[in-house]
């Protein structure tokens, strides 16, 4: 077991109360007959290094899992914290987790089978959105299984964050785009289905945190419609961009009775239906 086949990277930011469970649900995926790599990259303002190595001191390791800590002394963001993470990682394939979500039993399992096929560069499964320690569980609706293409996630990311791919592919992709502020996952996803495949597991194993009041990255995304619409103008075409800006415009509130009966009546396209009257119900 001297070969690294996977490497899971946890970007960690002032979270050592949820990395344990993080880290506990890795190891008891109950993988044996291969060696995987843990590498924690801790994206912390003021440096934690030395809290979180005691932290993994303290765990029961499982005999073919190798855990690596190590400081991302550069300017803080996940999308450089992942990047850097898998710079520094020894695996074959790579995955992700963020250090206040969980891993299900038989995840890696089974993502590694279909992965180590070679049929699809990019797998996945399905996810869930848990709070108060799975107190309250609510399921992503209208998730799609099997083979997923561009066309699927072209108008809403259904990949999580853990998706598997080879450390190569990640690399010749050039990474997560840093320039992003949130969002980076989808524009990767993006880029990959462009020239490659994914294959998603019809399971849902990857648990989401959202407990009431924490900021997750992901909760300020206004911006990050507007910049992905600009990236991929050209691509998807005007129709796309239109709906890409009004969806910005409706998690700032600001999609207009105007622009909204204006693209309505142009597209008949449902979805603005849903962006103009969620601001309501939001306030």
Excluded at 26 to 48: G, P
Excluded at 121 to 133: A, I
Excluded at 171 to 181: A, T, Y
Aim: hydrophobic share 40%; net charge neutral.
């Amino acid at each position: 077991m001297s070969n690294i086949l996977l490497s899971i990277i946890i970007p960690t930011c002032n979270r050592l109360d949820t990395l344990p469970r993080a880290l506990n649900s890795i190891f008891f995926q109950n993988i044996v007959d291969v060696v995987i790599e843990v590498v924690i990259v801790d994206d912390s303002k003021e440096s934690l290094l030395e809290k979180i190595n005691l932290l993994v001191s303290s765990q029961m390791l499982p005999s073919n899992i190798i855990v690596k800590v190590f400081r991302n002394d550069g300017i803080h963001s996940a999308a450089r914290a992942r990047n850097l993470g898998v710079s520094l990682a020894d695996g074959e394939f790579i995955t992700f987790l963020d250090d206040d979500d969980i891993y299900l039993p038989g995840r890696l399992h089974n993502m590694l089978n279909i992965a180590k096929e070679g049929k699809y560069s990019l797998v996945s499964s399905g996810r869930f959105f848990e709070s108060g320690d799975f107190e309250v569980i609510n399921n992503q609706p209208k998730q799609k299984f099997g083979e997923i293409t561009i066309e699927d996630i072209k108008y809403l990311n259904d990949i999580d964050i853990g998706f598997m791919i080879k450390k190569s592919r990640f690399e010749e992709l050039g990474g997560f785009n840093i320039s992003l502020k949130s969002l980076e996952d989808w524009d990767f996803i993006i880029r990959h289905l462009l020239t490659g495949n994914c294959y998603k597991i019809k399971r849902l194993d990857y648990a989401v945190n959202i407990e009431p009041g924490k900021v997750r990255v992901s909760n300020n995304d206004s911006q990050s419609y507007i910049d992905l619409a600009e990236l991929y103008k050209s691509t998807f075409g005007s129709i796309w961009f239109n709906y890409m800006i009004a969806h910005s415009q409706s998690l700032m509130n600001k999609f207009r009775f105007t622009r909204f009966i204006f693209l309505f009546f142009r597209t008949f396209n449902f979805k603005y239906l849903f962006l103009y009257f969620r601001q309501f119900k939001r306030n």
